[in-house]
């Protein structure tokens, strides 16, 4: 991962995973949110707070609303479609 976005959903996710006291080494695009990094729906919005904060937008009260998100990549995708080209 090595732009803005998917840095920020990387930090976001460790910060969760390490402040719920789990850790993981790496976040890769390709992992699954709840099966590879054990997120539930707590962690998620809790992510996505974390994101707005270092993004100043939440694409969910958006135009993301609709949208599965299951993997990193998918949350990645989702922040860059709200950041526009």
Known sequence: MTDTIEAAVASAIQTVLRDTGRGVTSVEEQMLLSADLGLDSLDLAQ????LERALGQDPFRTAGGGRTVRTVGDLVAIYRHAAGP
Not at 47 to 50: E, G, H, K, R, S
């Open 47 to 50: 992510t996505v707070v974390l």
